[in-house]
């Protein structure tokens, strides 16, 4: 069965600091790797997928992520916080074979301080 | 409409009775998806219908729970008996294919049981 691991259920960072949350996956077979953010009230939001055509993702807002399978990990990264990211975020793998559901992680929750 | 539309976006009933919930998927999708989003428990997922193949329930908790799609496109979710537990907000995501692609989230019917 396919799982992801989210360290940190809370981030604080400072505006303008990097931003780096931590998703570690566990897969028997090659997995596509997701990172979706959720603003208050709303629903997901795609930053970002791994479909193993490039380890490093590049995603909307400034996110990034690189797919190390030596360490099974596929961390959202940003350069400098803003403001505007405060919200949570959610690795998520695909189900191999299963069409695109998909199992997430527990969430982290990013505030973003002045 | 532009997105995934749910109806309605609160509900509140009394433990024992039957709700259904409503996901209007984006025009075209021929996937479509709920998940269930309750503290201590994250995101899970619940069921899965693809075109016209037999749907994939294996995430549903109960025999409380169930769904159906109707014509390939609005999606009803029926939880009968409603218990306390099952209070959460239920997200419903659709998308265009099967493996690997977006899928976009409704922003959800938070569902409270008194």
Not at chain 2, 71 to 96: M, N, P
Request: net charge neutral; with cysteine; hydrophobic share 30%.
């Amino acid at each position: 069965a396919q799982s992801v691991t989210q360290l940190g259920s809370h981030v604080s960072v400072s505006e303008g600091a990097l931003v780096l949350l931590r998703c570690n996956y566990s897969s028997s077979v090659p997995p596509y790797l997701f990172w979706y953010v959720q603003y208050p009230n709303q629903g997901l939001q795609l930053l970002l997928k791994y479909t193993s055509a490039a380890t490093l993702v590049k995603g909307i807002n400034g996110f990034e992520a690189e797919f190390k399978k030596s360490e099974t990990s596929f961390h959202l990264t940003k350069p400098s916080a803003h403001m505007s990211d405060a919200a949570e975020y959610f690795c998520a793998v695909s189900h191999t074979g299963g069409g695109n559901k998909l199992t997430f992680g527990t969430g982290t929750q990013l505030k973003v301080e002045l | 409409g532009a997105g995934v539309s749910q109806s309605p976006s609160n509900k509140v009933t009394e433990k024992g009775k039957d709700v259904e919930l409503r996901c209007d998927p984006i025009s075209g999708h021929t996937a479509l998806y709920w998940y269930r989003q309750s503290l201590g428990q994250g995101l899970e997922f619940l069921i899965y219908f693809q075109g016209n193949s037999a749907p994939d329930k294996s995430g549903l908790p109960s025999d409380r729970f169930s769904a159906e799609r109707t014509g390939g496109s609005v999606s009803t979710l029926t939880i009968q008996r409603t218990q306390q537990e099952d209070s959460a907000v239920y997200l419903c995501a659709s998308s265009f294919g099967t493996q690997n692609t977006e899928a976009f989230f409704g922003q959800g019917t938070r569902l409270t049981v008194v």
